[in-house]
């Protein structure tokens, strides 16, 4: 699933199915564009430590389902103003989606979860093509590379009507939003294709736990709210 990101552009606004949060469709969708079939997604049961000890390891990569509320959109603005006032620092090594296809944001995190280690698990297919080209590109040409490859559109299109619930029509609107998590140079980073750059979380010791801690403070700052759930890719098999 996903959400519409805010966008100036006046050409008109692609609007893609959103994707089920279901690991075997996104399995089916990765192994089919390149990546390696040993590494796979699998749900996240908790955010607890007993159940986040259940995941395989090793992580690459940790998927984040939460709605988009006042609460997200307060702290997003608020977020973005303190970065560009302060500053951060960002490795050349994280390659980041800004997006601008409606209900695109499974897609964005799926590419999100393998485009900046890359080589460890992405063979020749769909997704080592985009990565190989979004790497020295910048982010309004990634943009362009994304909305213009017609392949990752039928991909996405095929694998929407693929999940175990109805899929909703692509002009609904969609209140809840997938973003990623992964380790890059021992740095945690946050990649949400609906802001404007990544976000360094700092120094991380242990992706997962690391992670969590994170998306505790989403749950945090919307208390009410309970549709929030993850995914993780991981080595399951050597």
Not at 29 to 46: L, M
Not at 105 to 134: K, R, T, Y
Request: include cysteine; proline fraction near 5%; charge should be negative.
């Amino acid at each position: 699933m996903a959400q519409d990101n805010n966008n100036n552009n006046k050409k008109t606004l692609k609007r893609w199915v959103p994707l089920e949060a279901n690991p075997e469709v996104w399995n089916e969708i990765v192994h089919k564009c390149g990546v390696d079939p040993s590494w796979n997604y699998v749900d996240v049961y908790g955010f607890d430590p007993e159940l986040l000890a259940m995941i395989p390891r090793p992580v690459q990569a940790i998927i984040f389902l939460f709605p988009i509320t006042e609460a997200y959109e307060k702290f997003k603005a608020e977020e973005e103003a303190h970065l560009i006032k302060c500053g951060q620092y960002i490795s050349p090594d994280v390659v980041f989606f800004k997006q601008t296809i409606s209900n695109a944001c499974g897609m964005i995190a799926l590419l999100h979860s393998v485009g900046s280690n890359d080589d460890e698990i992405i063979d020749p297919g769909l997704f080592n093509d985009i990565i190989s080209q979004a790497k020295n590109a910048s982010i309004e040409e990634r943009v362009e590379l994304l909305e213009n490859s017609d392949e990752l559109a039928s991909v996405h299109e095929a694998a929407a009507y693929d999940g175990q619930t109805v899929a909703p029509d692509r002009e609904d609107s969609i209140d809840l939003h997938f973003i990623c998590f992964i380790e890059v140079d021992q740095h945690l980073y946050e990649l949400d294709g609906r802001k404007a750059f990544p976000i360094n979380h700092g120094k991380c010791t242990d992706l997962v736990k690391d992670a969590a801690k994170v998306m505790r403070k989403y749950m945090e700052r919307d208390p009410d709210e309970t549709h929030f759930s993850a995914i993780a890719l991981c080595k399951t098999e050597e």
